[in-house]
């Protein structure tokens, strides 16, 4: 399941973001990548755990809270602290899975990365190729967003970066070990919830069914949710 997620910052936030990142030093991205990834990425990143990635993380991490369709797509257990990337002219990422488990900096234990996201930093305008390009069973799928908006998709499919030919794309990246594992799962439950919003918005919560389908819905997730 791949879900585009509008206005996750606000115009406000991504400035204040990319502020800080503007301020920060940069290092080879090769450095959070595992041996074969490290072979193919060519990018730079704010070094995972440094003040500027605490503070920038932040800012996402309360965005995320508050954004019910994160919630409904992701169903999120654990979100491992946003990372923050940059492509200049002549930097992508070849095709590559990400790493199914990731280490919790500083919580001493570690995660399944079950959903992948990318959150974009600067508008389309700002620079030229730096497609994500996400590969599932209908094909092959580009994407590129506004600042501020976040594209949410399974960590076991294959995607890459496109190169950059002109400016720099910024994007915080980072993933989640979701309640639910199976993806097939977690967009039954998306699809379902996307209906019951809009079963709710032409009946009463009190109507016979919204009740059994809201019933559905929590019941299916009680029997699927791993905590």
């Known amino acids: 399941m791949l879900v585009q997620i509008k206005n996750v910052l606000t115009p ?21 990548a595992g041996e074969q990834a ?10 995972e755990g440094s003040p500027a990635a605490r503070e920038a993380g932040d800012v996402v991490l309360r965005a995320l809270g508050r954004n019910p369709t994160f919630h409904s797509a992701a169903q999120p ?13 002549g930097m992508k990422f070849g095709a590559h899975v990400d790493g199914a488990v990731r280490a919790i900096p500083g919580a ?9 996201s990318t959150l974009f930093l600067t508008d389309p305008s700002e620079y030229d190729g730096g497609e994500l390009i996400i590969e599932d069973t209908y094909g ?29 794309r910024w994007s915080s990246f980072f993933w989640t070990q979701s309640m639910i ?14 209906a019951i919003m809009k079963i709710r918005t032409d009946l009463p ?18 029997a699927w949710a791993e905590l």
């Open 77 to 89: 257990f654990r979100v491992l602290p946003p990372l923050f990337n940059r492509y200049d002219v």
């Open 181 to 194: 594992r199976d993806d097939g799962k977690r967009t039954l439950l998306y699809d379902l919830d996307q």
């Open 205 to 222: 919560d009190d109507h016979s069914g919204v009740v059994g389908i809201t019933s559905h819905y929590h019941n299916l997730l009680r």
């Open 140 to 168: 092959s799928h580009a994407v590129k967003l506004d600042a501020g908006d976040m594209v949410v998709y399974p960590a076991t499919s294959l995607h890459a970066v496109t190169e950059t030919t002109r400016g720099s």
């Open 38 to 47: 490290a072979k193919a990425k060519l990018n730079m990143q704010i070094p």
């Open 108 to 116: 001493g234990m570690r995660m399944r990365a079950d959903v992948s």
């Open 12 to 32: 406000e936030e991504v400035a204040g973001v990319r502020k800080v990142l503007e301020e920060a030093a940069w290092v080879d991205g090769k450095a959070t």
